[in-house]
C-alpha cells in the first residue's frame, strides 16, 4: 500500500512495527508527518531494514478453507493480516498455528453486524460454500451475502481499503455457454434450492459495483470455480471430498446422475496465487479464477479410487435439482491481465487432499468431534443462525 492507514498520508507507509523505540504501538498521534520524517531519519541512521510498509489485510472467512490459505499466503508474505470469522464451517484449527504472532489477529465476528477496524485490503470470503453448508440455513446464507458484503463495502468506503469478493462460478449458473467466459450473465434459477447461495452473491456483485461507481470504493472481484485441497471440511459434501472419504472408508462412491455432467478443480494454492494476483492489479472487472481442465463426474470417481487404492465400487443416485451439467472455466482475462494461470496437475493436488483426509480420519478415530451439518431446523419461522 502506498497509503498511511491511519491518516491516508499518501506515499508515506505504516510504520506497523515502528523504528523508533517510542512507536511500537500504533497511534493516532505518532502517525504525524514529523514522527514519520523522524522515523524515516532513524531508520536511515541506524541503517535497519524496517522501513517496509506493511499492508493491513483483513480476510473475512479466514479460518475457512480457502481462507486459511489465504491468511498462510499473506503472513509468509509480510502483511499483518486480521481474520474475521464466526467459525459457522471455518475452525480455528486451520490457523491455529498463527495465534500468539505479533501480525495475526483472529477475530470471532459474524459480517452480518458492522465492523470498525483499521484495514487496507479486505479479502471477503465469508460465505458457506458447499451445498449442504449453505442450503443447511438459507436466510443466513442470503444475510452473510447481501447484509455482511454491505457492511464490508461500508469498512472499505470508510477507511478507503480496496475490497476482493470471492464470488463464484455459481453466478453462471446451469451455464448455456461453455467454457463460462465473464461476460456470460448466467442462468440461474431465481427460486431453486441453490438460489440463496447463486442470487446471494449475484448481488455481492451488484454491491460492489454500486460502491465503486457511487463511492469510489476500490473493488475485485473473483469468479472462484470449484477448488480442492488440505482444510476442506470434512462434510463439506463437495465431489472431491465425497469421493476420497468415501475411497478411504472402502464406501461406495455416489455420483449423482449418470456422471457425464462435467467438472473443472482447481488446487487451493493456485486460487490463492490467483487472488492475491487480482487484489494487487488495476482489474476491477470480474475475473475468473479456476482449473479447465475439464472432467465428467463418473472420470473424478474412478481416478480418486486408483489414486486411493481403493475397492469402492460406483453407486448411481437420481441427479441434484439445479446441478450444473457443465462447468469450466474460460480464464484467458486471467492469463492476460493477471498472468496468471493453474499450475498444479490434478493427480499432484489430489494425492495431498487424500493425504490430509487420511490424516483427518485418524484424527477423529482418536475421538476428536467433529460436527456434522444439521438439517435446517424449521420452529416458528425461524431457523439456527439466523
Ligand atoms: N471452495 C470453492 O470451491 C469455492 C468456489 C467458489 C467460491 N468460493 C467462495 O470462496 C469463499 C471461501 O470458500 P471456502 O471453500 O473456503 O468455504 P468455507 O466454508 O471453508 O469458508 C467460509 C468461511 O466463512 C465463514 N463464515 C461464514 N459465514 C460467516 C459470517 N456470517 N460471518 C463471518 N464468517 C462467516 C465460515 O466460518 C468459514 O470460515 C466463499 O465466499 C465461497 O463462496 C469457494
Same mark, same amino acid.
Given at each position: 500500500?502506498?497509503?498511511?492507514? *491511519? ?19 500504533? +497511534?493516532?498521534?505518532?502517525? +504525524? ?13 541506524? =541503517? !535497519? ?30 502483511? /499483518? ?12 484449527? %486451520? ?44 436466510? !443466513? ?25 470471492? +464470488?463464484?462460478? /455459481? ?109 494487487? +492489479? ?12 475439464? *472432467? ?8 480418486? =479410487? =486408483? ?33 496468471? /494461470? ?23 478415530? %482418536? ?12 420452529? =416458528? ?6
Amino acid at each position: 500500500s502506498k497509503t498511511c492507514s *491511519h491518516l491516508r498520508i499518501p506515499f508515506l507507509p505504516p510504520f506497523s512495527e515502528g523504528c523508533f523505540p517510542w512507536s511500537k504501538q500504533r +497511534s493516532e498521534s505518532y502517525c +504525524s508527518s514529523v514522527f514519520m520524517f523522524v522515523d524515516f531519519v532513524w531508520c536511515f541512521c541506524k =541503517k !535497519k531494514k524496517k522501513f517496509i510498509p506493511t499492508v493491513l489485510t483483513q480476510i473475512t472467512g479466514g479460518a475457512g478453507f480457502v481462507g486459511s490459505h489465504l491468511t498462510d499466503k499473506l503472513m509468509m508474505d509480510g502483511h /499483518e493480516v486480521t481474520v474475521v470469522d464466526n467459525f459457522f464451517t471455518g475452525r480455528k484449527r %486451520n490457523v491455529e498455528h498463527w495465534i500468539g504472532h505479533e501480525n495475526f489477529e483472529l477475530i470471532n465476528h459474524d459480517v452480518v453486524e458492522p465492523l470498525y477496524i483499521e484495514v487496507d485490503q479486505i479479502y471477503h470470503l465469508a460465505s458457506p460454500a458447499s451445498p449442504p453448508n449453505y442450503m443447511y440455513n438459507p436466510i !443466513k446464507t442470503l444475510k452473510t451475502n447481501t447484509i455482511g458484503t454491505l457492511n464490508m463495502l461500508g469498512l472499505a468506503k470508510r477507511v478507503g481499503a480496496r475490497l476482493l469478493l470471492a +464470488s463464484t462460478s /455459481e453466478v453462471y449458473g446451469d451455464p448455456e455457454v461453455h467454457p463460462q467466459n465473464e461476460d456470460y450473465w448466467g442462468h440461474v434459477n431465481p427460486i431453486g434450492p441453490r438460489a440463496c447461495y447463486d442470487e446471494g452473491k449475484r448481488v455481492a456483485e451488484t454491491m460492489c459495483y454500486a460502491y465503486m461507481k457511487q463511492e469510489g470504493v476500490e473493488v475485485r472481484v473473483a469468479r472462484i470455480f470449484n477448488t480442492f485441497g488440505p482444510r476442506m471440511h470434512m462434510n463439506d459434501g463437495r465431489v472431491v471430498s465425497n469421493f476420497i472419504l468415501q475411497a478411504l472408508q472402502g464406501e461406495p462412491l455416489t455420483v449423482y446422475g449418470p456422471g457425464t455432467q462435467t467438472r473443472a478443480f482447481q488446487y487451493v494454492s493456485d486460487l490463492v496465487n490467483g487472488l492475491v494476483a487480482l487484489m494487487n +492489479s488495476n482489474v476491477s472487472s470480474p475475473v475468473n479464477l479456476g482449473n479447465p481442465e475439464e *472432467h465428467t463426474i463418473l472420470e473424478f470417481a474412478q481416478l480418486i =479410487k =486408483k489414486l486411493v487404492g481403493s475397492g469402492s465400487e460406483i453407486q448411481f443416485l437420481s441427479e441434484a435439482q439445479d446441478d450444473p451439467q457443465k462447468r469450466k472455466p474460460d480464464i484467458r482475462k486471467a492469463k492476460l491481465l493477471l498472468g496468471w /494461470e493453474p499450475v498444479v496437475p490434478l493427480e499432484e493436488g489430489l494425492n495431498k487432499a487424500i493425504h490430509y483426509f487420511r490424516k483427518e480420519l485418524e484424527y477423529q478415530a %482418536n475421538n476428536q468431534y467433529i460436527p456434522k451439518p444439521k438439517p435446517a431446523r424449521m420452529k =416458528k419461522g425461524r431457523t439456527r443462525h439466523n
